[in-house]
């Protein structure tokens, strides 16, 4: 059995990972981005209307003002959507799904190795600190790469142009002056991130107060008369 400090050592990674999981799993249900565009009638010049595109992680409307005719709102599928415009805004935002899926896995594996070593000892050098180390690493750095993509994708590529122009194939329009804004559901990526490394810090306060004790319990042998230690 393992002892009271390490229940609670490990019992206390996995709660702060656990949380994690929560809070990244309300931030997939939250809109992530909005972006706003000035819109013209293709050719014209005139730029007197408006595009705004607010996206979820799935979902996302388009609300159109004079873009190229009077006001309208559109929902759509953010993936199915893109993938009829272009290759580099459906392929960036897919792999943010992905790694948001991985991330959540990492985490979970977390929780069940910390959970395992709060009762018990594991003769497996993976199934200890190191598997939480490494999963909650993990789980840091892709979150990290994520929220890298993602502003990419919405800020440097033309997913927004792409998307106004492709509900508006009837009529063509102009675009200009994209401005884009991150969201609650991008933002809470951070914290999660956060409390990963969290977890890490919670293992590494074990692992070092483990070595301490270690090294105690062999002290009073390095320190024994050398005549003592020939019997």
Request: glycine share 6%; aromatic share 10%; with cysteine.
């Given at each position: ?190 914290p999660y991130t956060v409390l990963s490394l969290s977890a890490i810090a919670v293992i590494y306060m074990y692992d070092h107060a483990a070595y301490k004790h270690r090294r105690e319990q062999e002290r009073p042998t390095e320190d024994a008369p050398k005549e003592i230690m020939m019997y």
């Amino acid at each position: 059995m393992p002892s009271t400090a390490k229940t609670l050592y490990f019992t206390s990674c996995a709660l702060v990972t656990a949380m994690s999981v929560g809070l990244m799993g309300y931030s997939m249900s939250k809109q992530w981005a909005r972006m706003t565009m000035e819109c013209a009638r293709g050719g014209s010049g005139f730029f007197n209307g408006t595009a705004i595109i607010t996206l979820e992680l799935f979902n996302g409307n388009l609300n159109r003002s004079f873009c190229p005719l009077f006001g309208s709102i559109d929902t759509f599928e953010v993936i199915p959507k893109l993938t009829e415009t272009g290759v580099t805004p459906v392929v960036l935002y897919a792999l943010v799904v992905c790694l948001l899926a991985l991330c959540l896995l990492f985490s979970v594996c977390s929780i069940l190795i910390s959970l395992y070593n709060s009762v018990s000892n594991p003769y497996e050098t993976y199934m200890g600190p190191a598997g939480v180390y490494a999963c909650s690493s993990v789980s840091a750095c892709l979150s990290g790469v994520v929220l890298i993509i993602f502003a990419v994708n919405i800020n440097v590529t033309s997913m927004g142009e792409d998307l106004v122009k492709n509900f508006s194939e009837a009529v063509p329009v102009d675009l200009q002056n994209k401005s884009a804004e991150m969201l609650l559901g991008y933002y809470l990526i951070i914290p999660y991130t956060v409390l990963s490394l969290s977890a890490i810090a919670v293992i590494y306060m074990y692992d070092h107060a483990a070595y301490k004790h270690r090294r105690e319990q062999e002290r009073p042998t390095e320190d024994a008369p050398k005549e003592i230690m020939m019997y």
